[in-house]
């Protein structure tokens, strides 16, 4: 099973980039590499998925090196409703989202 | 709305009752899962359905019984539950099990076992 690696928490500035990486170093070929949301008392949601190179979106953009063994959230000028938890998921594989796990992910919050 | 509704959106039960959670999708995704998220805790698998058959049971404890009786509806009967079963419970849904699409997760449950 791919494990992932993310930073526990990041504190950034209204308006500024923030960059999130995530590691999986045991990536298998045909695993995805997704990243959702969480707000407090709700579900997580699906922000973006990649499998190689770069993936853009009216959100984020997702940055995966060739070696794909990690990946990188770019939020572009964040607000006060971007706080929230980040999650990296890599999954497809043998059993795909039937062996999928959250990690604690990121708390991002950011301040005024 | 994500697509994936959840009922009720607050639970309080006693030990000895027994209540069940009502997730619903129509995206026509085929596979639907419940999760349980403990405080400071990351979501926990529970149960996997795909088209319909229980594909996963993430050794879940049987006071836990999950029923799919469409690739629609999933169902988590609760009964004789623990203080420390206390969490919010989350269903989402994708395509399929293949991982390629993302989940939609509902709104989830938030369940205080008293």
Not at chain 1, 32 to 58: A, C, D, H, L, M
Not at chain 2, 65 to 81: Q, V
Request: overall charge neutral; glycine content about 8%.
């Amino acid at each position: 099973l791919a494990k992932t690696t993310q930073p526990i928490s990041m504190d950034s500035y209204e308006g500024q980039e923030v960059n999130i990486t995530c590691s999986h170093n045991n990536i298998a070929t045909n695993d995805y590499i997704t990243w959702y949301q969480q707000f407090p008392s709700q579900g997580p949601r699906f922000i973006i998925q990649g499998y190689k190179t770069k993936v853009t979106n009216e959100v984020a953009s997702l940055f995966i090196p060739a070696d794909r063994k990690s990946s990188t959230l770019s939020l572009p000028r964040v607000s006060l409703s971007d706080t929230a938890v980040y999650y990296c998921l890599v999954g497809e594989g043998a059993g795909g989202y039937q062996k999928v796990t959250f990690g604690t992910g990121t708390k991002l919050q950011v301040i005024p | 709305e994500t697509g994936v509704t959840q009922t009720p959106r607050h639970l309080v039960m006693g030990m000895t009752n027994k209540k069940s959670l009502k997730c619903e999708q129509h995206l026509g995704h085929n596979a639907m899962y419940w999760y349980k998220q403990s405080a400071k805790k990351p979501l926990e698998l529970m149960f996997v359905y795909n088209f319909k058959e229980q594909t996963e049971n993430n050794s879940v404890p049987s006071r836990f019984s999950p029923e799919c009786p469409n690739s629609s509806h999933l169902f988590l009967h609760l009964h004789t539950l623990q203080p420390e079963d206390s969490a919010l419970y989350l269903c989402a849904s994708s395509q399929d099990t293949g991982g390629g699409y993302g989940y939609t997760f509902g709104s989830g449950t938030r369940l205080t076992v008293v």
